[in-house]
């Protein structure tokens, strides 16, 4: 069974760094890009950033480029999003979800982990 | 970037009805569409892919269909555990988007 367990939300101040992690089990890690999606209170679902398997290939939303930094340990089967330079509208649910082969959906999702960004 | 829009954004159904909602690409997409269903402080679920798979455990009351920048998600014999939203993205071309979802009422 796919698992997808996040760690690391809570409360930042604005301009501070957290670091989000993605343990997985279930399947094995480094054949399938992850990626990270996320839901500001009561708003839809915005893609942030997605890595391939090999974690060679990056790819990320303009909103989040240069602020934040997707990476993977495929010894430890988990997917870091290292978050800098945090702003007040990136206050969201934030979901790991893996990548299927064949297209660039999410076919399992993690339970998410909540980022607050306030003084 | 490739806009993804939903329509309605949100219907109002009873127990046993059909629904349909769409979904609009901004340009063409071919197949690479997914959607998704989120039932409030869950996290999404996938239904379909390729604009008409169905993932696997999903029920076949759900389908999907279309190619370019029209699609469309149909559920058969709404059920109380099918209210919910429903998001369609795109994934033909990065960076990968959603549409603002369609919520799905009780009448």
């Known amino acids: 069974e796919v698992q997808l367990l996040e760690s690391g939300g809570g409360l930042v101040h604005p301009g501070g760094s957290l670091r989000l992690s993605c343990a997985a089990s279930?399947?094995?890690?480094?054949?399938?890009?992850m990626s990270w999606v996320r839901q500001a209170p009561g708003k839809g679902l915005e893609w942030v950033s997605a890595?391939?398997?090999?974690?060679?290939?990056?790819y990320y939303a303009d909103s989040v480029r240069g602020r934040f930094t997707i990476s993977r340990d495929n010894s430890k089967n988990t997917l870091y999003l290292q978050m800098n330079s945090l702003r007040a509208e990136d206050t969201a649910i934030y979901y790991c979800?893996?990548?299927?082969?064949?297209?660039?959906?999410?076919?399992?999702w993690g339970q998410g982990t909540l980022v607050t960004v306030s003084s | 970037d490739i806009q993804m829009t939903q329509s309605p954004s949100s219907l109002s159904a009873s127990v046993g009805d059909r629904v349909t909602m769409t979904c609009r690409a901004s340009?063409?997409?071919?197949?690479?569409l997914a959607w998704f269903q989120q039932k409030p402080g869950k996290a999404p679920k996938s239904l379909i892919y390729a604009a008409s798979t169905l993932q696997s455990g999903v029920p076949s009351k759900f389908s999907g269909s279309g190619s370019g920048t029209d699609f469309t998600l149909t559920i058969n014999s709404l059920q109380p555990e099918d209210f919910a939203t429903y998001y369609c993205q795109q994934y033909n071309t990065y960076p990968l988007t959603f549409g603002g979802g369609t919520k799905v009422e009780i009448k």
């Open positions: 279930g399947f094995t890690f480094s054949d399938y890009a």
């Open positions: 890595l391939s398997g090999s974690g060679t290939s990056t």
């Open positions: 979800a893996k990548i299927p082969w064949g297209g660039d959906y999410f076919d399992y």
């Open positions: 340009q063409g997409i071919s197949n690479h």
